[in-house]
């Protein structure tokens, strides 16, 4: 007979069902636990006399989290959860588990982060972590189904890079060969060369790695970087249009594919934004920290607290999305295209927190060499991309965004730490 999982389960029927007990628990001659897969469990359920003896006696054998195989008929319970129970004919100890367990998983008692991590193939065992799971690869779904709509083209451009997009000190190292080489903080250079090739609208799913110091709930060393480029735009306003509608189609299909997982999560107000978004300029959001009693000079980069006075402010005149423009030149990257003091460019926040971080590109090869200069770069160390721009290139455009943060603030979660299955941060490399 082949394994059913819980949630297929139909009564009056016979099945095979497979997977991890939960605490046994004997009331003498009435003996039960909960057997949870993937999709949720079902309860076993033994009365002495009426199931085989072997199988009754094999209850007690079986610690909290063993693998079990279990056969027999669904019947309806007044008493059991989900309504509904299976009357075991065979069980098979298929894999005891230690005891006791190395962590709490339960929904009442939890262990925390580092022991969490540490074991982690049990803590994944919670329906509410499976739950995070499943709406990021939902979100990750209507993203390709979104992007595939527009017309865009998935690529995969290289990790190892000889040069960082971002520079700084959260680059990490890498011995190349006989050459010095570095994880990507971003596709950023290769997606904007596609710019230049032809393949108007790109966009990319991958690993991107930033050597931060920081330890906060919203910082890791490893993250899933969703980046989108394309050409022949007439202003930042188009990219813009593209964000908004993106992040609509992925709340909307989280909100209406994930209701199970959403209800275990105890989210019960995703709402799904509504477009145009808020623009606020940089200057904007100085003028209300000022408001707000916050001192801050212009020219300054926002970190988390301002970020989060800013958010709080919006959120409370109806705007949880909104985005940021127009930055001081000096804060942005030499490829995003300067207009005087300031840039043509913008972040996204939702829930006082950046999302995404983007702009038009300077696309002119002249003003791109010049600006690199001024910020401290050679232009000779970049000649893979720079040459690029020599032999026509379309104005462009473009974001990356961090899906887990997006996670993190869609399931209202304390760390985005959460949304990731084997975390990389300053003090975890393994598992």
Same mark, same amino acid.
């Given at each position: 007979m082949e394994r059913t999982y819980a949630d297929q389960l139909k009564t009056g029927k016979t099945y095979m069902v497979k997977g991890w007990v939960d605490k046994v628990k004997n009331l003498g001659g009435l003996k039960f636990f909960k057997l949870k897969d993937r999709t949720g469990f079902i309860q076993i359920t033994g009365k002495k006399g009426d199931i085989p003896d072997d199988v009754f006696s094999l209850f007690d054998k079986l610690n909290k989290e063993a693998c079990v195989a279990v056969t027999g008929k669904v019947k309806e319970s007044k008493v059991a959860p989900g309504g509904k129970e299976l009357i075991p004919e065979k069980m098979e100890l298929l894999n005891q588990a230690e005891s006791p367990l190395p962590l709490e998983n339960t929904d009442k008692i939890q262990s925390g982060f580092d022991t969490r991590f540490d074991f982690r193939f049990i803590d994944l065992r919670q329906p509410k972590v499976q739950a995070i799971v499943k709406v990021k690869d939902a979100v990750l779904t209507k993203t390709r189904e979104f992007f595939e709509g527009e017309g865009f083209i998935e690529v995969h451009t290289p990790v190892i890079q000889a040069a960082g997009a971002e520079g700084g000190a959260t680059l990490f190292d890498v011995k190349y060969y006989k050459e010095k080489a570095f994880l990507r903080q971003s596709p950023q250079l290769y997606k904007q060369i596609l710019m230049a090739s032809g393949l108007d609208k790109v966009y990319e799913i991958g690993p991107a790695f930033r050597a931060e110091k920081f330890h906060t709930s919203?910082?890791?060393?490893?993250? $899933?970087? $969703?980046?989108?480029?394309?050409?022949?735009i007439d202003s930042m306003e188009d990219v813009l249009r593209i964000i908004e509608n993106m992040c609509v189609h992925i709340v909307k299909g989280v909100a209406s594919t994930c209701e199970k997982e959403l209800d275990i999560l105890g989210v019960k107000d995703l709402k799904v934004p509504k477009t145009p978004f808020e623009r606020i300029t940089y200057s904007d959001g100085v003028d209300i920290l000022e408001k707000m009693g916050t001192k801050f000079k212009w020219g300054e980069d926002m970190m988390d607290a301002e970020e989060k006075i800013i958010g709080e402010y919006m959120t409370k005149k109806g705007h949880e999305w909104y985005f940021v423009t127009r930055f001081p030149? %000096? $804060? %942005?990257?030499?490829?995003?295209?300067?207009?005087? %003091?300031? #840039?043509? #460019?913008?972040? $996204?926040?939702? %829930?006082?927190?950046?999302?995404? #971080?983007?702009?038009?590109?300077?696309h002119r090869p002249d003003v791109l060499i010049k600006v690199m200069k001024e910020k401290g770069l050679n232009p000779d160390n970049f000649k893979f991309y720079v040459d690029a721009f020599r032999y026509g290139m379309p104005e462009h455009g473009g974001m990356g965004f961090g899906v887990e943060r997006l996670v993190q603030k869609l399931l209202n979660l304390e760390n985005v730490k959460e949304t990731i299955l084997f975390p990389r941060t300053p003090e975890r490399l393994v598992p």
């Open positions: 919203r910082h890791v060393s490893e993250f $899933l970087s $969703l980046d989108f480029e394309i050409a022949w030149a %000096k $804060l %942005k990257p030499f490829y995003v295209m300067m207009d005087g %003091k300031e #840039s043509h #460019s913008y972040d $996204l926040i939702f %829930k006082g927190m950046e999302m995404a #971080s983007g702009g038009q590109r300077e």
